[in-house]
């Protein structure tokens, strides 16, 4: 799970693999301000570090995580 904060608006969070490529978007859209937690399931992804980027407002985040066998 990826757990993140809006701060109201428009949220978009999508997960890049270490190429800059997008592998999956997780939010898009309008959303309450508050804390919320979306799924991320590995999909066959191979293991590496990706990142999550977090777009709400003016507000951009870059995170890494790993995935892992």
Known sequence: RVLFRSGG???????FDCEGRIIKTLADGEMGAGTYKVSFENENYPTGVYY???QNRSVQQVKPMVIAR
């Open 9 to 15: 608006g428009h949220t978009l969070l999508q997960v």
């Open 52 to 54: 999550a980027r977090l």
